[in-house]
């Protein structure tokens, strides 16, 4: 009897021994639009092991729901909890995946040894391991999210023409965000992180309850992003990467000049933060490279590191809902940075991202200032379906209208529309100043806001110029521009009520721009007050109203000396409302 039960025990082991040796761990909640992590046991493993555990392991699942299917690669994920653990090691692999519909979702997992197989498109190469083949099922609910998370909007993707939409709700996402500090990311209190920005007066803003990691690390970080939500303010511009760039202090890697080992436990912090983000209603303007470091990455073409650093930044932060991927700030090759991306580098660059992005994120990239170089750049670009818009910056703020106008017809006329932003309103010098200069922030509302968006761009970014005291490198308390946000949130949540997609920029004023629904609504835009205002409505017949809106208060529906007109004529639409200064800006609807 003894021995049977000896032998017996000797079985149960060999065959424990025999099995593969890992679980299936699902987390998250089981929602539309939430994020759902698969987590494995597979090779112990570490970020400096002799065999590479980002480079020659390839984790990815296929996720379907009847005839629908994404294919999503997962990465090396340490102990499973690096965020707390700052772990290096460990046998936990993971894939986060978002639904976009409720209902029952099948999963089929891949996950292959191999050398350089994370970057290899062949779906066989090297030898299938561990949990490879590994199958499953979980059913999802619908979201019941609501307000500013994105969980209840659903993902930001490429409308059918010049605007950002949310795939869940139908939004149109009109864009009013800070461009800085561009190394947002070197925040004192992730892992591995040169410790220069700090935030200390945003701690305040932390609410109990928001994420930390490591006995309440993060507090800072997550206070300023709920600052900027509180206000209005819906995006966040930041570099991943800027090795030999302006700041030198954001990297993904585990050392500075390392390319091929990435730091686990930092990005897993990063991910906390894009979370909270996600949570309220910051989209993550996550800028690739910079101009001073475009060629770092394989001399410029996409070589084994370029597709590496893309592949573990997809794969750990792809599923976020708020995301724009922009491929480079400042691309390209101009007099006083001679060492950057081709044309051709730049379109190859591009479509290889689009092909390894399972989601359909947006896809933009930044341009250099001048006039001249948005021609350099851009014009090859037009028509290509991988780039959904363009990321423009600015010298002069009085081309905001003519640069917005000029590129979504260009756009439109190649057969692709893209999204237009004002992400860098020049000079670079100055950009957007604090509060304690009203008057270059009125000029800004003035040149570059509002005439982005009635010229039927997406909106903008607010970039700290070099020059400056709170700069766009060491910026440290967005406070102090508290008046700039207040307005930029006016903006954007005025033109979020339009019917924006069935609107075209036209000129049909004596003495401002307008936004047109032919026949139904006009909105006018009136950057300084003088001369009496018309408006065109001779093509169309009908009564309108006239209201007026006020950029700097944010007031609505007000009323100036003439509330109705008819169609048939050119028509007066009188003065504005009594009581407000002379030569102030003003936006007239009338439908």
Same mark, same amino acid.
């Given at each position: 009897?003894?021995?049977?039960?000896?032998?017996t025990?000797l079985?149960?082991?060999l065959?424990?021994?025999?099995?593969?040796?890992?679980?299936?761990?699902?987390?998250?909640?089981?929602k539309?639009?939430?994020t759902?992590?698969?987590?494995?046991?597979?090779?112990?493993?570490?970020e400096?092991d @002799?065999?590479?555990?980002?480079?020659? #392991?390839?984790?990815?699942?296929?996720?379907?729901?009847?005839?629908?299917?994404?294919?999503v690669?997962?990465?090396?994920?340490?102990?499973?909890?690096?965020?707390?653990?700052?772990?290096?090691?460990?046998?936990?692999?993971?894939v986060?995946?978002?639904?976009n519909?409720?209902?029952?979702w099948?999963?089929?997992?891949?996950?292959?040894?191999?050398?350089?197989?994370?970057?290899s498109?062949?779906?066989?190469?090297?030898?299938?391991?561990?949990?490879?083949g590994?199958?499953?099922?979980?059913?999802?609910?619908?979201?019941?999210?609501?307000?500013r998370?994105?969980?209840?909007?659903?993902?930001?993707?490429?409308?059918?023409?010049?605007y950002p939409?949310?795939?869940?709700?139908?939004?149109?996402f009109v864009?009013g965000?800070?461009?800085?500090?561009?190394?947002?990311?070197? #925040?004192?209190?992730?892992?591995?992180?040169?410790?220069?920005h700090h935030?200390?007066n945003?701690?305040?803003?932390?609410?109990?309850?928001?994420?930390?990691w490591?006995?309440?690390?993060?507090?800072?970080l997550?206070?300023?992003?709920?600052y900027?939500?509180d206000?209005?303010i819906?995006?966040?511009?930041?570099?991943?990467?800027?090795?030999?760039?302006d700041?030198?202090?954001?990297?993904?890697? @585990?050392?500075?000049?390392?390319?091929?080992r990435?730091?686990?436990?930092?990005?897993?912090?990063?991910?906390?933060?894009?979370?909270?983000m996600d949570?309220?209603?910051?989209?993550?303007?996550?800028?690739?490279?910079?101009?001073?470091?475009?060629?770092?990455?394989?001399?410029?073409?996409?070589?084994?590191?370029?597709?590496? #650093?893309?592949?573990?930044?997809?794969?750990?932060?792809?599923?976020?809902?708020?995301?724009?991927?922009n491929?480079?700030?400042e691309?390209g090759?101009?007099?006083?940075?001679?060492?950057?991306?081709?044309?051709?580098m730049r379109?190859?660059m591009?479509?290889?991202?689009?092909?390894?992005?399972?989601?359909?994120n947006l896809?933009?990239?930044?341009?250099?200032?001048?006039?001249?170089d948005?021609?350099?750049?851009m014009?090859?670009?037009?028509?290509?379906?991988?780039?959904?818009?363009?990321?423009?910056?600015i010298?002069?703020q009085?081309d905001?209208?003519h640069?917005?106008t000029?590129?979504?017809?260009?756009?439109?006329?190649a057969?692709y529309?893209?999204?237009?932003?004002?992400?860098?309103?020049?000079?670079?010098?100055v950009?957007?100043w604090?509060?304690d200069?009203?008057?270059?922030?009125?000029?800004?509302r003035?040149?570059v806001?509002?005439?982005?968006?009635?010229?039927?761009?997406?909106?903008?970014?607010?970039?700290?110029?070099?020059?400056?005291?709170?700069?766009?490198?060491?910026?440290?308390?967005?406070?102090?521009?508290?008046r700039?946000?207040?307005?930029?949130?006016h903006?954007?949540?005025?033109?979020?009520?339009?019917?924006?997609?069935?609107?075209?920029?036209?000129?049909?004023t004596?003495?401002?721009?307008c936004l047109?629904?032919?026949?139904?609504?006009?909105?006018?835009?009136?950057?300084?007050f003088?001369?009496?205002?018309?408006?065109?409505?001779?093509q169309?017949?009908?009564?309108?109203?006239?209201?007026?809106?006020?950029?700097?208060?944010?007031?609505?529906?007000l009323?100036?000396?003439?509330?109705?007109?008819k169609g048939?004529?050119?028509v007066?639409?009188?003065?504005?409302?009594?009581?407000?200064?002379?030569?102030?800006?003003?936006v007239?609807?009338?439908?």
């Amino acid at each position: 009897m003894k021995s049977r039960m000896k032998d017996t025990l000797l079985i149960w082991l060999l065959t424990l021994i025999m099995l593969p040796g890992y679980a299936t761990e699902i987390d998250g909640e089981l929602k539309q639009w939430h994020t759902i992590t698969l987590t494995f046991e597979g090779p112990t493993t570490s970020e400096y092991d @002799t065999l590479n555990p980002f480079l020659n #392991y390839r984790l990815q699942t296929t996720f379907t729901q009847g005839e629908q299917q994404i294919t999503v690669p997962g990465y090396f994920a340490a102990d499973g909890k690096a965020s707390e653990t700052s772990a290096r090691a460990g046998n936990k692999w993971q894939v986060k995946f978002v639904p976009n519909l409720p209902g029952e979702w099948l999963y089929e997992v891949s996950f292959r040894q191999g050398k350089n197989i994370a970057i290899s498109d062949k779906l066989e190469t090297g030898k299938g391991i561990a949990f490879d083949g590994e199958s499953g099922k979980f059913e999802v609910i619908a979201s019941d999210k609501s307000g500013r998370d994105f969980r209840s909007k659903g993902r930001l993707t490429k409308g059918a023409g010049h605007y950002p939409i949310f795939s869940g709700s139908k939004e149109v996402f009109v864009k009013g965000g800070t461009n800085s500090p561009e190394d947002l990311l070197a #925040y004192y209190e992730f892992d591995g992180t040169p410790p220069k920005h700090h935030y200390a007066n945003h701690v305040n803003s932390y609410r109990h309850g928001d994420v930390t990691w490591q006995q309440g690390k993060g507090k800072n970080l997550i206070g300023a992003m709920n600052y900027l939500s509180d206000k209005g303010i819906n995006a966040v511009y930041f570099l991943t990467m800027n090795v030999m760039g302006d700041g030198k202090n954001v990297w993904p890697w @585990t050392e500075e000049h390392e390319r091929y080992r990435f730091d686990v436990s930092k990005l897993a912090q990063w991910e906390l933060v894009f979370s909270h983000m996600d949570e309220v209603g910051l989209a993550q303007h996550l800028i690739t490279q910079e101009t001073e470091n475009e060629n770092l990455l394989d001399i410029g073409y996409v070589g084994i590191q370029r597709k590496l #650093y893309y592949r573990e930044m997809i794969a750990r932060f792809g599923h976020h809902l708020g995301l724009i991927w922009n491929m480079g700030e400042e691309n390209g090759i101009t007099h006083w940075s001679p060492v950057g991306q081709t044309e051709k580098m730049r379109e190859e660059m591009i479509n290889y991202f689009r092909s390894v992005e399972p989601y359909g994120n947006l896809l933009v990239i930044h341009t250099l200032p001048d006039l001249k170089d948005h021609e350099r750049t851009m014009t090859p670009l037009l028509g290509n379906e991988a780039l959904d818009g363009v990321s423009f910056q600015i010298h002069h703020q009085h081309d905001s209208y003519h640069v917005t106008t000029q590129w979504r017809e260009k756009s439109a006329e190649a057969g692709y529309p893209w999204i237009i932003w004002i992400d860098e309103i020049g000079p670079a010098k100055v950009g957007a100043w604090s509060d304690d200069r009203p008057a270059q922030q009125d000029s800004v509302r003035k040149e570059v806001i509002y005439p982005n968006l009635i010229g039927g761009g997406a909106g903008i970014e607010h970039y700290f110029g070099y020059k400056q005291k709170h700069s766009d490198l060491t910026s440290e308390d967005w406070t102090v521009r508290d008046r700039l946000w207040t307005m930029t949130a006016h903006a954007i949540q005025y033109f979020d009520k339009l019917p924006l997609e069935q609107m075209l920029p036209v000129s049909q004023t004596s003495t401002g721009y307008c936004l047109a629904q032919a026949g139904e609504r006009y909105v006018v835009y009136i950057p300084e007050f003088g001369e009496e205002l018309t408006l065109d409505l001779t093509q169309t017949e009908g009564k309108y109203s006239v209201h007026w809106f006020d950029p700097v208060t944010g007031k609505d529906e007000l009323k100036g000396s003439v509330r109705r007109i008819k169609g048939g004529a050119k028509v007066s639409l009188g003065s504005p409302p009594i009581g407000y200064p002379a030569g102030q800006d003003w936006v007239v609807r009338v439908e």
